[in-house]
Structure formats: C-alpha cells, structure tokens
T-cell receptor, first 115, second 116 residues
C-alpha cells in the first residue's frame, strides 16, 4: 500500500529564509506526487505535482520540489519565505494519477514565518 | 478552470438531524468525486469514492448508512450525514478529477459541520 510521511509537523522560519518541507513516499512503483497548501478554514490548493516528466518541478508562489527516486523523497523548497507562506502543507501520492484514484495524504506540516 | 464548489460552507445543527452537503464541479465533468474528512490539526482521511450513476465505495470503518452519498450527475455529488451526533463534527472536503483524464484532483473549499 502507498503511504506518505512528512517529517516535522511544524517548521518555523524567518522571513527571507529558506523553506524546506520534507516528504517521503512508499510505493512499489513511481507514483504521482503532489504538494497542496491549506489556509485556515479553506480547502486545498495545488502547489505543484510530479508526473514522471522532469524531476525538478516548479510550482506556484515560488515553490519547487525535486523527485528523488533513490531516496523516495519529494521535498518542497522555497528560497525565500514570505509571511504569506504561513499555512498547512500536505504532501500526497496517487497511483499513477488515474482520474478515478483518490489521493493519500501525509499528516501535514505547519509552516510558521516570523518577521 | 477546474473549480469545485461546496455548499454550505458552514452548518450548525442539533444532534439527531440530517445534514446534506453538496459538491459541484463548476466547469468540468467529473465521473468520480471523493469525500474526505479532516479533524482539527490533522490530515485528510478519505471517506468514500463517489461514482456517477453507481454506488459509492466506502473506506474501511466508514458507515455507509450514516454517510449517504449520491452522485446524480457528472457535476454533482452529495454527502448526507444522517442522524448527526457531536462526534460527526468535522471539516468535510470533496475533490474531483476530470472525466477526460489527468492526474490532478481539484478540491472544494470544504464544509465545516458542528453538531450540538
């Protein structure tokens, strides 16, 4: 069965600092991988996705993630944090991204950004 | 494009009543929609897969008689929480993928249910 592990339930950074949110997956075959962001009392917004094309994926709001098969990782990074990046971030995996396949989510990482 | 709406966004009800939540894909068709439940400070847990024109598929531990799902058209799925109790209070989120294919799930804004 597929699973996703997000290391660190809470990450705190200063404004302008590097953001690194960790995600490791478990799957027998390379899956499709996603990062979503959730602001309080709102739904999920797709940041970026990996679908077996380029291993370095660029998303919205300056975020990017690199798929590393050897490490079964898909860590999310942003060079310089903004206050508006404070939110909950979820890594998710699906079985080769079939339209009829649900996502399996990690437990989430809360990002705090201080001035 | 690819907008999913949910209605209502907030609902407060008395224990024992039933609550219906609608999930609509506004600008695309979705053969399959998914219903998730999220408790405070926790991740999303899949409750069921809603299939247009057929019965929903429920995850283990989810009571199908309590959480009734109807997917009457390619753009609408409803989740009815029957005889709601305080422990059903949660944030319910739906998602949908395009019938035409593609790997991305589009999420609704969620519905917060509070059962008194």
């Amino acid at each position: 069965a597929q699973s996703v592990t997000q290391l660190g339930s809470h990450v705190s950074v200063s404004e302008g600092a590097l953001v690194l949110l960790r995600c490791n997956y478990s799957s027998s075959v390379p899956p499709y991988l996603f990062w979503y962001v959730q602001y309080p009392n709102q739904g999920l917004q797709l940041l970026l996705k990996y679908t077996s094309a380029a291993t370095l994926v660029k998303g919205i709001n300056g975020f990017e993630a690199e798929f590393k098969k050897s490490e079964t990782s898909f860590h999310l990074t942003k060079p310089s944090a903004h206050m508006s990046d404070a939110a909950e971030y979820f890594c998710a995996v699906s079985d080769r991204g079939q339209a009829g396949t649900a996502l399996i989510f990690g437990k989430g990482t809360t990002l705090s950004v201080s001035s | 494009g690819a907008v999913v709406s949910q209605h209502p966004s907030w609902v407060i009800c008395k224990s024992g009543t039933s609550v219906k939540i609608e999930c609509r894909s506004l600008d695309f068709q979705a053969t399959t929609m998914f219903w998730y439940r999220q408790f405070p400070k926790q991740s999303l847990m899949l409750m069921a897969t809603s299939n247009e024109g057929s019965k929903a598929t429920y995850e283990q531990g989810v009571e199908k008689d309590k959480f009734l799902i109807n997917h009457a058209s390619l753009t609408l799925s409803t989740l009815t929480v029957t005889s709601a109790h305080p422990e059903d209070s949660s944030f319910y989120i739906c998602s949908a993928g395009r019938t035409s294919g593609g790997e991305t799930q589009y999420f609704g804004p969620g519905t917060r249910l509070l059962v008194l």
